[in-house]
């Protein structure tokens, strides 16, 4: 290995920073930070609501994963809320849930599809699981999500 090759492997690669796509990551999380000041986000695990929590969510966030079975999960949201935000990661586990929920909550959760589909597209299979989006966000942005910077 020649002086040169090993001085470019000590650097830090350079990763540049995508505004645009940074901005329109952070719209569409604000857009779901007001949307849950009124309506419940249900996300797969723990580590997904400590993810929301860290870049600034408030609202009440729900964890699939408490114990319960689909169906019995999907009786107890359809008795306390009319609309929730189905926010469950879409790698291939995820979406087989995303399905088994959805036709369970029918009628509660389309209103906020959209949502889910915008960050997987602006998320481009760099990550698959909520919990990713704070660090994608690091990477692509060189800052940290916050919602202070939302507020106004």
Known sequence: ???HDRQ????????????????KIREVLHYLY????FVPIIVEGRRDKKALREIG?????????????????????????EKVVLLIDWDE???EL?????????GMWEDFA???????????????????????????AGQSLDVKQWQE
């Open 1 to 3: 290995m020649s002086p």
């Open 8 to 23: 470019r492997r000590n650097k830090k690669e350079f990763v540049p920073i995508d505004w645009e796509r940074a901005e």
């Open 34 to 37: 007001e949307i849950n000041k």
């Open 57 to 81: 969510f408030d609202g009440e966030i729900i964890i699939l994963h408490s114990g319960k079975s689909i169906y019995e999960f999907s009786e107890t949201i359809a008795n306390r809320f």
């Open 93 to 95: 586990k995820g979406e």
């Open 98 to 106: 995303y399905s088994k929920i959805g036709e369970n909550l029918q």
């Open 114 to 140: 959209s949502i889910r589909e915008l960050l997987k597209i602006l998320c481009q299979k760099e990550i698959l699981e909520i919990e990713e989006i704070p660090s994608l966000f690091q990477r692509i």
